[in-house]
C-alpha cells in the first residue's frame, strides 16, 4: 500500500475559529457601532439585531467547534456590556462570559480572548475614545477588571484587534465609527491603541503571570500596478510602509519611523511588551498613483485583473485571494522582529456564500504556513475567520466567512462543506491527500509535488 502524502503541522499546533463579540452575540445596543447603524451607515441597510444569537445560544455554535476538534476558540469580550457606564460594572454580564468560557473548557476547547474588538461603550466614545491619551486609563481599569475575574478562565488574551484597521477605517477613511478623515488624528489614535496595548499588557502579566499576552494587527500587502513606474512603486511602498509596518515597528520599539515621530511622542515600555505575534491576513492589494485622493493617500487601489477573488460585498472591498501573501507576511514580520516571539495566525478567511473557492482556498493559505514552518518560522497557531456567518461590520450580513452558514432572519445553521474539510484538517493536524483530493484536486500537485513545485507554488498566484 502506497503511504499517504501529508503535510504535518507541529505537534500541539493550535487550530481554531476567531469571532467578535458584536458580530456574534446580538443585542449590543450600548457602543458606537450600534449608533452607527442607527444613523444608517450600513452599507446594506441592515441591522446587527440578534447577529448569531450568542448572548443567549453561543454555546450550540461552539458545539461545531467540538466536532471540528478545535483546540482553541477565539472571542472577545463586549466591553460595553461589562461596564456599561463609566465605572459601574455589570456582574451578570461578566457572569455570561464566566459560562461561555467554563463551556469551552468542558469541550476542551482553549478560550483566547480578545478586549477590544473594534466597539466601545458610548460613555468611552463621548469622551472622545482614543483621540484622547487620557482616556487609555479606562481601557486598562477595564482590562485590569476583566483579567481579575476571568483569570481562572482564561489565559490567552489578544489585548487590541487590528489598531491599523480601526484607525484608518474609522480617522482616515471615514467608513468606520466616527466617520473621521484626518491623517493626524489617525496617527495619534493609533499611537494611543499602542499605548493602550503597551498598559493593559503589564496590567495582565501583573495579575496572572503565566498567561500569553498580544495584540493583532491586520496585514495587506499592496503591489504597485505598473512595476516600472517609479510612482506606483513609490505609493505602493509608502501605503504598505504606513498600514503594516510603521505600527509593527511602533508597537515593538515605542517610536514611530520618520517623519511622524516627529509629531508623535514614544511609547514607553513597547519593548518586549508582548508574548507573540497576532497576525491577521486576508488579501492583497494592487496600486496606482492617483493625485486626486488625498485621503487614500494617492494611491487608487484596486483588484488585479484575471485574480480570484472573494464575494465582493457591497463596495468590492473584499478582494483577491492570495495564497503566497500569507506566506510573505509571515517572512517579513519574522525578519522585522528578529524572531523574537512566535507567531500566530489569529484571522484568515473568505467571503464565500456559495463555498466554491474557500475549501481550495484554505488549503493553499495552509500550504503556505507550513512552508513558512518548514522554513524555521515559529507559527503555533491558526484561527480560520470565523466559524459562523456574522455581522460584517459596515457590511452587514452581506458578505459570510463563516465555515457554517447562517440564516439570520430563522437563525437557522448549515455547516459548509468547508466546516467539514477544516475538521479533518483539525483532526489530522494535518493536510492530508484524502483531504485535499476531496476538497480541492487540482491543488494535488501544488500541495504534494516536486520539492521544486513546493518552492514555486503556482496556484492562486
Ligand atoms: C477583520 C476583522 C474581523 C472581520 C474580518 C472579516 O479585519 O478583525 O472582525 O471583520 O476582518
Redesign the pocket.
Known sequence: MTQQRALHFPKSFLWGTAS?AH?CEGGNTNNQWYRWEQQGRILSGEQCGDACDWWREAEKDFTFAEQMENGALRLSIEWSRVEPDEGRWDKDALERYRVLLADLHQRHITPVVTLH??TEPLWFVDRGGFAHEQNVQYFVRYVTYVTQHLRDLCDFWITI??PN?YATEGYLRGVFPPGEKNLQLTFQVLRNLIQGHVAAFYAIRSIQPESRIGYCL?YRLFEPSNPLSPLDQGIARTQEGLFNWALLQAAETGRFPFPTNMFLPPISGAAGARDYHGI?Y?TRETVRFDPTLPHELFGRRFIRPGAICNDAGLDGSFGEIYPEGLYRVLQTVYRRTHGNKPLYIT?N?FCDAADSRRPAAILAHLAMLHRAIREGIPVRGYFY?SLVDNF??NHGWYVR?GLVEIDPLTQRRVPRPSASMFGEICRANALTESTVERYAPELLDTIFGSSETHRQPSFFI
Open positions: 467578535a458580530q474588538h473594534f484587534n487590528e484597521v491586520h491577521n486576508y484571522e478567511g475567520w460584517e461590520w466567512f
